[in-house]
């Protein structure tokens, strides 16, 4: 070999560890990392609200630091405070059954009487029922908290008052610090929340406390009952019932009261004075002497309440929690990239686990808008899960997965009816639910089954992280009886010899039709796949593998091809001609990448398809995890470039607002399965998968990028 090609070759292999030093190369500075994507506030943004919270409990903030503007920021990222535990329902006044929302189908003729909750838009007691299973239960904003800050001449300050905004969230820390000025007045608000209990603490300072210009109040919305819940409802006030049962110099207690759930807020301050200023609307007073004050609350279902009340210990839990989170899992470092994208992208992985951290770490999957403001009546949507919950995984935090995985063993009975009332075996996951797995109408999430692999996948990535056989005990049930509904729910065609999906079936790209559906690429793949895990679920634990869930594996339909593409679905001939169909999620491209590669899956045909999909979808009407999605599928096709392009979209949907919410429009301004799929996608494009080789498969190889990376697990 010629000392010219030794020298290219050696000069490869140099760019190639500068663009991916690996974590041994060098310790990454996690905080300097963390702490330069802190989040500044200099205007009264109602995109830019802020939050605190520990998973379980959100509490949304605008610039004062408090929740003071709640109406001014309605439309925006809502100043919500939510919980896990807070749920209301209406009273059903009509005696309406959940059976009056069922409807039977035999898609394909074979004598079923399958029966699926749907939105019936006719018939009073049918379109009655729709509506009141739809609406209830419904999660609570448990109350607005903020200050109520007077002018000189004695009228309650605005938002054209708020002067001089000076707002850091100090995401090491988990603490907003806010500082402004009322008619050239100083106020200064420090704002934490506890790790755990659902609890705020906040610390104020201002001279004004001793002109007793500031009071802060606790005000209780009524719930909307419609899709969205955004903290700002203050009407019906005779529905419902606030009662101050207790109160002293430093601390007080508050009885609220719906029709369908009652719950308390426990405050703690320095030396003042709460009252009932008006109908549901509270205000503490602080004694003129004092120039600082603390003001703590809490919200519980019952009049049980943790002791660390005091603001300095809340800050010490709070920041320990937090530390303690930041230096956990995985971390990466793009500092000395040149690629413009670096410093962006590492942006918005900062602020998304920060952001899923705060509202997706209880014991359900999430609502999609998490614990700031109601989408979907506040009901947490399972074939989201996925995007909600995979990532914690790879980034070295399985724990905050597995706690979202509870849901399913509660839910498991109602599962198992589902299915039952179907006509099949096993457990069918409910796709729209409360936290309690109760189903909630829908003509579209009743067809759905793409959420039906989740739990065999995200089951698969807490084994792999230790290889426990302890987790696979813990599992097994959910994972069997979910593999017996798929290889029961398979239609067997006697005339192909083959097993189909459908008819029957709305894909995950939402468009096509239930009763004219069949085979879609992505959920093709995806059962396959899942299917082929649980039977080596099997194996592991000494188990004979299932003759059913094999033959189902061996005969399902093979992946629509219609000459070099790969169609949405087997049905839908004109995947790439008739404009709907290029419309709303690209799920055919998650058929490689979401999912790993099937032996049916030929990849020059996707990436034929990847090309096809590229150039002629309808990017304006699509989904925050579609950049995501897009980008994994071209990471495993060996297109690193094209992956970041998919990242960096210019596309409404792949927005990421100052303080890292994923925005799609004027409704859902804020959507967190775009948060969690950036994370996905970056550490699957950052340590590879089970198949890729070399390190950062999903990223150039051009020395645009200079990549420290620690603590990533492989994606299957």
Not at 250 to 262: D, N, Q, V, Y
């Amino acid at each position: 070999m010629m000392r010219r090609d030794i020298n290219l070759i050696l000069g490869f292999a140099l760019l190639v560890l500068a663009s991916c030093q690996a974590q041994q190369t060098s310790k990454i500075d996690r905080q300097a990392v963390v702490s330069r994507h802190n989040v500044v506030n200099h205007t009264m943004d109602t995109l830019a609200s802020l939050t605190v919270g520990n998973g379980v409990f959100a509490y949304t903030v605008d610039a004062t630091g408090m929740q003071s503007f709640a109406a001014y920021y309605k439309n925006g990222v809502s100043l919500g405070t939510q919980s896990e535990w807070g749920w209301n329902s209406f009273p059903n006044d009509e005696h309406y059954r959940f059976d009056e929302t069922l409807r039977s189908y035999d898609f394909n003729h074979e004598g079923r009487d399958a029966k699926y909750s749907i939105q019936y838009k006719e018939g009073d007691r049918h379109k009655g029922a729709t509506e009141y299973y739809r609406v209830n239960p419904h999660r609570l904003q448990l109350g607005n908290v903020g200050l109520e800050i007077l002018l000189a001449n004695g009228e309650r300050a605005g938002i054209e008052d708020i002067k001089n905004v000076d707002q850091t969230l100090e995401l090491w820390s988990g603490m907003i610090h806010s500082k402004f000025t009322i008619e050239n007045e100083p106020i200064e608000v420090w704002t934490v929340a506890s790790p755990t209990q659902d609890r705020v603490s906040v610390k104020i300072t201002s001279a004004l406390m001793a002109k007793e210009r500031i009071k802060v109040f606790v005000r209780y919305p009524f719930p909307t009952g419609k899709f969205l819940d955004e903290a700002a409802y203050f009407g019906e006030e005779d529905k419902h019932q606030t009662v101050l049962t207790k109160s002293n110099n430093a601390s007080a207690l508050i009885k609220h009261t719906l029709p369908g759930s009652t719950y308390f807020t426990s405050l703690h301050y320095s030396p003042g004075v709460v009252k009932e200023a008006a109908k549901h609307y509270f205000t503490y007073v602080p004694s003129k002497d004092l120039k600082s004050v603390e003001f703590s609350f809490a919200f519980a279902p019952e009049d049980k309440f943790g002791n660390s009340t005091a603001f300095a210990d809340v800050q010490k839990e709070n920041t320990l929690a937090w530390e303690h989170f930041w230096k956990s899992g995985a971390a990466v470092d793009f500092a000395g990239s040149t690629d413009p994208r670096a410093n962006e992208l590492e942006r918005r992985i900062v602020l998304s686990q920060y952001l899923t951290k705060v509202q997706c770490g209880g014991s359900n999957p999430p609502q999609e808008t998490g614990l700031t403001f109601n989408s979907w009546y506040g009901k947490p949507h399972t074939e989201m899960h996925w995007w909600h919950g995979v990532h914690y995984a790879l980034w070295g935090r399985p724990e905050i997965m597995e706690q979202t995985l509870t849901y399913y063993f509660r839910t498991f009975e109602k599962a198992k009816a589902l299915a039952e009332r179907q006509g099949y075996k096993g457990v069918r996951w409910i796709k729209m639910s409360d936290n309690e797995g109760n189903e909630s109408p829908s003509s579209v999430a009743a067809f759905l089954i793409w959420q039906q692999p989740h739990i065999i996948y995200m089951t698969e990535l807490a084994y792999r992280d230790k290889k426990d056989k302890k987790v696979l005990e813990k599992y097994k049930d959910l994972v069997f009886a979910t593999a017996e509904f798929m290889a029961d729910y398979a239609y067997y065609d006697k005339t192909k010899d083959r097993y189909n999906l459908g008819l029957g079936v709305i894909p995950a790209q939402e468009v096509f039709k239930a009763a004219e559906t069949r085979n879609p690429t992505y959920e093709v793949a995806y059962w396959d796949w899942a299917l082929r895990i649980a039977q080596e679920w099997k194996e592991r634990l000494g188990e004979t593998r299932v003759d059913k869930w094999d033959d189902v594996i061996q005969k399902l339909a093979p992946l629509p091809v219609q000459g070099d593409v790969y169609l949405a679905t087997e049905t839908a001939t004109d995947s790439y001609t008739f404009p709907k169909w290029m419309t709303d999620h690209p799920a055919v491209l998650g058929a490689l990448g979401m999912v790993p590669e099937s032996p049916k899956l030929d990849k020059a045909i996707m990436r034929n398809t990847l090309d096809t999909v590229w150039a002629k979808w309808t990017w304006d009407h699509t989904w925050g995890w579609d950049f995501p999605m897009t980008a994994m599928n071209a990471a495993r096709l060996n297109l690193p470039e094209k992956a970041l392009d998919a990242l960096f979209m210019d596309i409404q949907t792949n927005t990421y607002l100052k303080n890292g919410h994923n925005y799609q429009d004027g409704r859902l301004r804020i959507y967190l399965p775009g948060n969690g799929g950036i994370l996905t996608a970056v550490a699957m494009m950052l340590e590879g998968w089970d198949a890729s080789e070399g390190e950062c498969p999903g990223f150039p190889k051009d020395g645009s990028w200079t990549i420290k990376k620690e603590g990533f697990k492989k994606m299957p």
